[in-house]
């Protein structure tokens, strides 16, 4: 695992991540959908405390069952300042991963990879830090443009940087709001899409998203209650 570097400020964040985007892996393919280990991370925050809350839910990629979780609590060090959410966020979801007593297989992240204006978003970090396969599943496109993908489910449309195209809109309940999908590190865009759809079985969001979120949101209730 390489460390996590607290940058000073907002130049010197991104000055890591320009250093680090190099090391993202975009040629492999990933784990196949239904197979192995899918880990969920997610963050709640108390802004009254400057205290933010990470969860790691790991499901089993055929069943969805949970097979462990865990989580870990810090001191939020670094400001909100867009696309650089990471460094808010990651000293904590690395501390509730190492704290999983399994290997977390693929890793889905509520938020971005490569649909990132510097191609470098929270789940591109996250792999390269880890060495882990990664991907980046939105509720929100960020600044990207978008077609409306057609009203089934699996319908997709591309999400576009000017004509490159950085993640997918992706339906995964008929007629419902997409979620916007993006490579974070070590598997492929088509890949990162079929494991959202076999992790959305039965809710607009991965299963993972909604089991880390429900269990961050309970952890930070139990500190601060």
């Known amino acids: ?26 040629d492999e393919s990933g784990p196949a959908p239904g197979t192995g280990r899918v880990t969920g991370v997610d963050v709640a925050y108390d802004d009254a405390r400057d205290l933010v809350v990470a969860a790691a839910v790991v499901l089993d990629g055929a069943t969805l069952e949970v097979v462990a979780e865990s989580t870990a609590q810090g001191r939020v060090t670094f400001p909100y300042i867009p696309g650089l959410l990471a460094f808010r966020e990651l000293p904590t979801v690395l501390a509730a991963l190492e704290r999983l007593p399994v290997d977390p297989g693929l890793v889905v992240c509520d938020g971005y ?6 191609r470098f978003g929270l789940a591109s970090h996250l792999g390269v830090l880890t060495g882990l396969p990664v991907i980046g599943v939105a509720k929100n496109p960020f600044t990207f443009r978008y077609d409306e993908p057609g009203p089934a489910r699996g319908d997709s449309s591309p999400l576009l940087d000017g004509d490159e195209e950085v993640g997918r809109a992706l339906r995964t309940r008929h007629a419902t709001k997409p979620v916007f999908v993006s490579v974070g ?8 899409c079929a494991q959202t759809l076999a992790l959305a079985r039965d809710f607009r969001q991965p299963e993972t998203t909604r089991r880390a979120d429900a269990l961050c949101r309970s952890a930070l209730r139990a500190a601060t209650g």
């Open 113 to 118: 990879g490569q649909a990132h204006p510097r």
């Open 185 to 192: 590190h070590r598997t492929d865009l088509d890949n990162a």
């Open 1 to 26: 695992m390489t460390i996590f570097r607290m940058p000073a400020d907002e130049a010197e964040a991104r000055a890591v991540q320009d250093e680090l985007r190099g090391r993202v892996v975009l």
